[in-house]
């Protein structure tokens, strides 16, 4: 692995500034939490190496590297990654007390440099202190863009997005038995729209057709794709925080950068919102059908001057919702394709679904999500053996705290390894198999039929629980199920000849695979209008 002899390299060459200004630490970390008599020891784990910890031993998979190291040390362990204490979870029975028993305690997060940079130090949903700054964001998010009414209001622009989808891959190719980078697809149908529902309404209204929707909409693709690919190099200054002002790998400057690439457009956006507002009132009748969530934000600030939010706050919002809700719905898409066409029989009972829910003769809508449980459980099925964030954000306890009889100290990083619990046989019947029947048969005395998203069984967490859960879960679960049962229902897909399925995973911001899937697909509808 190329991070460690990074680490090792800056270590050699900064190690008597190194040792000089922790050696006050490394003096101070002699207290009674490790003595077995004082009541507050620390989980078993790997000794590693003095200064660089384990690092030089983990591999670029970590969720299975710590899956690994779970079977020897048991469901908790610790490891020092650099000068960072970490603790693992690997049970569900744990996990509870960590989001249910002590979630107040377990309320914050630690986030690297480029996540800082990103978040303006901490300012978003995502990593902002637990408090009433981050219960009021929070509450702004999920009423003004998650509910329900909000969501149905922004339906015409992922629709126009989807289908603007189904005709480029007819159009490019789709007609003729053309190749397609599933991953790229999804990636820039949904990045269309999330951009439409920030702004849809601000610039041409959701219009294709206006010049300016056009270029900031191309720039805005461009920028958050390379946000989150700085946002997943790994850093030294993320393991060393003593070097972290050196920003030996420039990603602070690089995250700098980009992300100021995307504050531009922002404040663009925002302006022109904002004279919109001033220019043109809007009445009742205008939050119909194409009100963006740009206007939403804006106008709570002015309407509930009590609580109101800066526009720093909005900003970090809409940057959280790129990061958050981008890679990780594209992902799952790809995951899922991946996985049904190596399982044709469960891609045909899903297409046969779609047909009977849908008809032949229409197209996906919406509001056939409800009616479409094999899809669903397709989906629930993808997300348990490939879940975007295996190891969800690590939290960071505020203070020390006991979970399963051992010790925890203040500030130490902590993971749950949801992969590996979705992986466990002692819940699971043939844990590593692709079977979304789990999660419809009434007969399973596990009760794997209830599990939902929601994280009330510690089993099945996809997207955590508790406090922190995923504040963009109803808007994600959408997006996914509308994108991939339009892949499904409009086209057949099938493999490029001479090509071997494959489900390598690679570990970064989320979990992708090592090899983009590249189907070939063909229109499936009898009615070629449909395609246009």
Request: hydrophobic share 40%; with cysteine.
């Amino acid at each position: 692995m190329l991070l460690p002899l990074i680490i090792l390299l800056a270590s050699c060459i900064l190690i008597p500034l190194t040792i000089r200004c922790l050696s006050g630490n490394l003096r101070a970390e002699k207290t009674p939490a490790n003595a077995p008599d004082s009541g507050r020891l620390l989980p078993p784990g790997p000794r590693g190496l003095p200064i660089l910890g384990y690092l030089p031993f983990i591999g670029p998979n970590l969720h299975q590297d710590f899956m690994n190291l779970a079977l020897h040390y048991g469901p908790i362990f610790k490891l020092s990654l650099g000068r960072k204490l970490c603790v693992i979870v690997s049970s569900p029975a744990l996990a509870k007390q960590i989001v249910r028993d002590h979630d107040v305690t377990f309320a914050n997060r630690n986030p690297n440099v480029a996540a800082g940079v990103f978040s303006y130090g901490g300012r978003d949903i995502a990593f902002s202190p637990y408090g009433a700054e981050w219960r009021l964001l929070r509450k702004i998010f999920v009423h003004k863009m998650q509910s329900k009414q909000s969501m149905d209001s922004f339906y015409p622009l992922r629709r126009k997005e989807v289908r603007k989808m189904v005709a480029e891959l007819y159009n490019g190719g789709g007609g003729g038995g053309g190749e397609v980078d599933v991953g790229r697809v999804a990636f820039t149908t949904v990045i269309g729209m999330i951009s439409g529902m920030f702004w849809g309404g601000t610039l041409g209204n959701g219009d294709g057709d206006d010049d300016v929707a056009k270029v900031v909409g191309g720039e805005f693709r461009s920028t958050a794709s390379k946000l989150v690919e700085v946002l997943g190099r790994p850093n030294v200054s993320d393991f060393f925080p003593i070097l972290a002002r050196f920003d030996l790998q420039g990603v602070k400057k690089e995250m700098k950068r980009v992300s100021g690439g995307m504050e531009k457009i922002f404040d663009f956006v925002i302006d022109r919102c904002i004279d919109d507002m001033m220019n043109k009132p809007r009445s009742d009748d205008d939050h119909n059908g194409q009100q963006d969530f740009l206007h939403s934000l804006l106008e709570f600030k002015d309407q509930d001057t009590g609580n109101s939010i800066t526009r720093q706050q909005i900003k970090a919002m809409l940057m959280d919702i790129v990061i958050g809700g981008t890679d990780t719905s594209s992902t799952t898409i790809e995951w899922a394709m991946s996985e049904l066409i190596q399982h044709p029989e469960v891609k045909k009972i899903a297409q046969q679904e779609l047909t009977r829910v849908i008809g032949p003769d229409s197209v996906m809508e919406e509001s056939h999500i409800p009616n479409l449980p094999f899809l669903h459980a397709i989906v629930k099925e993808t997300l348990r053996l490939h879940p975007v964030a295996p190891l969800l954000l690590p939290r960071c306890p505020t203070k020390g705290c006991h979970v399963g009889g051992h010790f925890i100290p203040e500030g130490t990083k902590v993971f749950l390894n949801v992969w590996a619990m979705h992986r466990d046989p002692e819940f699971w019947e043939d844990p590593t198999s692709f079977l979304p029947e789990r999660f419809l048969n009434e007969n399973d005395e596990q009760s794997t039929r209830s599990l939902d998203y929601l994280g009330g069984s510690f089993h099945y967490l996809p997207f955590g629980s508790g406090r922190r859960i995923c504040a963009g879960l109803p808007l994600g679960e959408r997006m996914v199920m509308y994108v991939l049962a339009t892949l499904l229902h409009m086209f057949d897909w099938e493999l490029p000849e001479g090509v071997v399925a494959d489900t390598k995973e690679k570990f970064g911001v989320v979990l992708e695979k090592v090899n983009p899937l590249v189907l070939v697909s063909s229109p499936r509808l009898p009615n070629l209008s449909l395609y246009k």
